[in-house]
């Protein structure tokens, strides 16, 4: 069956360190790939998209990469900040026109 | 102004009764979205609109009924509530196909039912 899996238990992180987020994902072939950030109580606010063909994705301190033969993602923050704490989730392109599907999300906390 | 904004914000209810989750985008997108977020934090779609046509129906009990007036509104219509439909509800837009670009949500909409 079709699964995608991020570290469920939350990941704690040194302020100023790198963090590094896991997607992996089972019997899907995605063209494309999301990643959003969601804070407690709000809607989840998108950060980056990358594309089956390419390896590497930055905006700003965020980098994100793609390896289909691995069927992985991962997600990078560097220097991290306090405010950089939240759930961050990735979601991938089903297949079918307008859906995407998720990952249950990583809750990330950067202690100062 | 928010882009996509939903109201109400919290709903508390008793079993049985009908609710409506309202939602509106100014972004001028053609496609609208409602999700479930349940208490494991899967997002789950249930249906989308498409300029107003209906894209994808998900298997959700029909109780639940969408309704898509004009292009920028996307409501949710629940009736005979049940216990386990207490979720957070969002709502969503995208220009052109969610799988292939960026998705703009509400401040979703937390469903109780008592």
């Known amino acids: 069956s079709q699964k995608i899996e991020q570290n469920s238990e939350a990941l704690n992180i040194q302020e100023g360190k790198t963090a590094t987020l896991t997607c992996n994902y089972t019997?899907?072939?995605?063209?494309?790939l999301q990643w959003y950030r969601q804070d407690p109580g709000r809607g989840p606010v998108f950060l980056l998209l990358?594309?089956?063909n390419e390896k590497e994705k930055r905006k700003e301190r965020l980098k994100v990469t793609f390896d289909t033969t691995l069927k992985q993602s991962l997600f990078h923050i560097t220097a991290s900040q306090p405010a950089d704490s939240a759930t961050y989730l990735c979601?991938?392109?089903?297949?079918?026109?307008?859906?995407?599907?998720w990952g249950a999300g990583t809750k990330l906390i950067i202690k100062p | 102004d928010t882009a996509v904004s939903q109201t109400p914000k919290y709903l508390v209810t008793q079993m049985g009764n009908d609710k409506s989750i309202k939602c509106e985008q100014n972004?001028?997108?053609?496609?609208m979205y409602w999700y479930k977020q349940d208490s494991k934090k899967f997002l789950k779609i249930m249906f989308s609109?498409?300029?107003?046509?209906?894209?994808i129906n998900e298997t959700v009990p029909n109780r639940f009924s969408p309704k898509s007036p004009d292009k920028a509104h996307l409501n949710l219509h629940i009736n005979s509530l049940e216990l386990g439909d207490s979720a957070v509800y969002f709502c969503?837009?995208?220009?052109?196909?969610?799988?292939?670009?960026?998705?703009?949500f509400g401040e979703g909409s937390r469903l109780t039912v008592l």
């Open positions: 979601a991938l392109d089903g297949g079918s026109n307008y859906q995407l599907i």
């Open positions: 019997n899907y072939s995605p063209a494309y």
């Open positions: 990358i594309r089956e």
């Open positions: 972004l001028g997108h053609d496609t």
């Open positions: 609109y498409n300029n107003k046509e209906l894209i």
């Open positions: 969503a837009s995208s220009h052109g196909q969610g799988n292939t670009g960026e998705l703009f």
